[in-house]
């Protein structure tokens, strides 16, 4: 009875200690600062810095423009004014050859 008791004590302390080592490994895993959650920010903070990195250069983009055709500094870039109407407005000089495509070349 005593070597059956010994043996019941090893196989239940061993049972509990893969149980315990099971409930951390699959936390570690799969928990919400596990490798799995991990991964899936780290995809998450590449495609919000993607985005960030666009709007900055559309950003860019918008003051450049806003600078050609700002009149309180009093530089205002007639050949760049005069491009925008002529896109806006869809006009052209009787001498121009006008291509087109899907999207107008100055329009965004």
Known sequence: MGTAMNTLKRFSLTGFL?????????HAMNGEQGVY???R???EIAAVEAELAETRAQRERMEDRVARLDERTGAVDVDYLEERAR??????????IVVLTDSPRGEP
């Open 87 to 96: 896109a806006v407005l869809r006009f052209a000089h009787p001498s121009e």
């Open 41 to 43: 920010i780290q995809i």
């Open 37 to 39: 959650n991990h991964a």
């Open 18 to 26: 893969a149980l315990v080592i099971a409930y951390f490994g699959y």
